[in-house]
């Protein structure tokens, strides 16, 4: 795999960090080198494609038949108000 040599500038603070993590001199950056390539290729990675859903459609809110249609209920006393009333 081909690398590229160009000097990225990181906090003292991130060094210093990751250097009492891995136990190795901040300013060492050789031996920093295979941490930092790690939590860049972990941080890049692609999120998982599947989600679980965790709340199911009939819980997450009105359809659009419960708001613009009449429940069944309405419909039958609606048609036996019809009746009542011919």
């Known amino acids: 795999m081909p690398t590229l040599d160009f000097p ?3 906090p003292a603070d991130v060094l210093m960090s990751l250097g009492d993590y891995t ?3 901040w300013s060492d950056s050789l031996a920093l080198e295979p941490f930092i ?4 290729r972990r941080y890049v990675q692609a999120a998982p494609t599947s989600v ?7 819980c997450a809110g009105y359809q659009w ?13 609606i048609s036996q108000a019809e009746v009542i009333s011919h």
């Open 8 to 10: 990225i500038r990181v």
């Open 23 to 25: 136990g190795h001199s």
């Open 37 to 40: 390539c790690e939590a860049i």
């Open 52 to 58: 679980p859903q965790t709340i199911t459609p009939v």
């Open 65 to 77: 038949k419960e708001v613009f249609l009449p429940k069944e209920q309405d419909c039958a006393r």
